[in-house]
């Protein structure tokens, strides 16, 4: 049998995520093996690879949905008919996410609920609980109101994309949103940002180190060294340095204390800048280049 090579990073992310399922399944396909060696059943092993796309794992998988320009024009009538459909679906669902959103939803509301199901393909029961997810989503941030229908919608899309088109691939989504926040949040306290949300840009530089796999003190010494170097949190700067430990295989502070050294500067005595020494102009240029770079 061939060799099957994992990459460290596919490594981390699969044990960042915790579903032993989704790992066999990549290591099948990895190795050229057939799916049904797993021994799943068929709505299992599609929730398995479900969460391989959310993982960005499934490098066979092209997103079907880019965009909203895609989307039908849906006119008022066709609100009108979905809303007098026998049995009530469209109806029913409205009703639930207008409970959901504290509100009643306008007809521009209406035509992208509709495209949920009807565009996306998003059963109903799916999208109830995709839109009830955002509402406590917001809320666990701290917004202090609900999400738009134009978030929701975004939000659509990547369930589509995935393949989330059940409860099972919906709750197992969800599982994984969970414990990837749990990480967000654990790493804010790390940095000492409290009481306030994330900029999108802090967000995916967290998002990129948690999926790193970096260990708390790794995150504290790359931060402290971040202050020392820039006298505050640097965002661009901190992942420079997270980024170099990445690529040297460097996850532990003891790792980079024992494999990172730096050799000794000139013109400065012991060749490390000492806790509240002013850095030399080398640094302070060193500093600008790297926070010039792309």
Known sequence: MSEVIVSDQSIRKLLAAGNGDSALLYLCRAAGISE???????????????????????????????????????????????MELPRGGFRQLVG?????????????????????????????????????????????????????MRMIEKEAYRWADAGIDNLEKAAAYIQNESRRSSRLGELCRLLGITGRRLTPAEERYLTAWAEMGFANDAVELAYEKTCENTGGLTWKYMNSILERWNSQGLYTADQVKALDRKPASAGRKGGYQRHGEAPSPAMLDAVKQMLEEE
């Open 36 to 82: 049904v060696a797993t021994g799943f059943p068929e709505a299992r092993l599609e929730c398995a690879a479900s969460l391989l796309r959310q993982l960005g794992l499934d490098e066979s998988r092209n997103p079907r949905f880019q965009q909203p320009a895609e989307r039908p024009e849906y006119s008022e009538e066709d609100v009108r008919r979905q």
């Open 96 to 148: 639930e996410v207008q409970r959901f959103l504290g509100r009643v939803l306008s007809t521009e509301e209406l035509k992208l609920l509709l495209g949920m199901v009807d565009y996306l393909g998003l059963p109903q029961e799916v999208v109830n609980v995709l839109v009830h997810h955002c509402v406590e989503r917001n809320r666990s941030r701290g917004a202090g109101r609900t999400p738009s």
